[in-house]
């Protein structure tokens, strides 16, 4: 089992930061791939951004240039963060963090908005 921890969500204007963090822990040996994922009222849950075991990133077009995974492994967790910068209206929604394993995880959810 892995359990995911995110904080670091709230308010901000636009043009302003923010930075999302999520710690994995249990079974952290079995997690190949971890990201972020959003979902915005009335909206589908769309992929943010994505880093494998491997080092691989991938973005959503919406977000190239002004956001930036990272992750950060030791013996007793694994560490996503999600720096976002010139933060816009659009970005606001439910930012999910992702751990994939022999299943899926998925983090309970932080609340990014962005105001006008």
């Known amino acids: 089992q892995v359990q995911l921890v995110e904080s670091g969500g709230g308010l901000v204007q636009a043009g302003g930061s923010l930075r999302l963090s999520c710690v994995a822990s249990?079974?952290?040996?079995?997690?190949?791939?971890m990201g972020w994922y959003r979902q915005a009222p009335g909206k589908q849950r769309e992929l943010v951004a994505v880093v494998t075991g491997g080092g691989t990133i991938n973005y959503a077009d919406s977000v190239k240039g002004r956001f930036t995974i990272s992750r950060d492994t030791d013996n007793a967790k694994d560490t996503v963060y999600l720096q976002m910068n010139t933060l816009k209206p659009e970005d606001t929604a439910v930012y999910y963090c992702?751990?994939?394993?022999?299943?899926?995880?998925w983090g309970q959810g932080t609340q990014v908005t962005v105001s006008s």
């Open positions: 992702n751990a994939d394993a022999i299943r899926r995880y």
């Open positions: 249990g079974s952290i040996f079995s997690i190949t791939s």
